[in-house]
């Protein structure tokens, strides 16, 4: 049973940082291409940050510069580095491990950040 575990989430002022991590369970989890997404009340989800199992990223524009993505295969947990945050980044943040060989995507329970002073 393939279960993604989010964690790291909270409170933080502008400027400040969080790092979220994702432990994956009951997947190859090398072969993945592991996401981080986010969602606000009443808009879609959206693409932050993407990882290969080769450690490729990419970005959305938005978050370039300031949120990095990284993964540890032996440890099977993606993690995103959040600094120099915003109002803006305020979202329900989900990990997401997707197969592109079998159409295959799991999502986790997601995490809160709240970016306010």
């Known amino acids: 049973q393939v279960q993604l575990v989010e964690s790291g989430g909270g409170l933080v002022q502008p400027g400040g940082s969080l790092r979220l991590s994702c432990a994956a369970s009951g997947i190859v989890f090398s072969i993945y291409y592991m996401g981080w997404y986010r969602q606000v009340p009443g808009k879609q989800r959206e693409l932050v940050a993407r990882?290969?199992?080769?450690?490729?990223?990419n970005y959305a524009d938005s978050v370039k510069g300031r949120l990095t993505i990284s993964r540890d295969n032996a440890k099977n947990t993606v993690y995103l580095q959040m600094n120099n945050l915003k109002p803006e980044d305020t979202a329900v943040y989900y990990c997401?491990?997707?197969?592109?060989?079998?159409?295959?995507?799991?999502w986790g329970q997601g995490t809160q950040v709240t970016v306010s002073s």
């Open positions: 997401n491990a997707a197969r592109v060989a079998t159409l295959s995507s799991q």
């Open positions: 990882i290969t199992g080769g450690g490729s990223t």
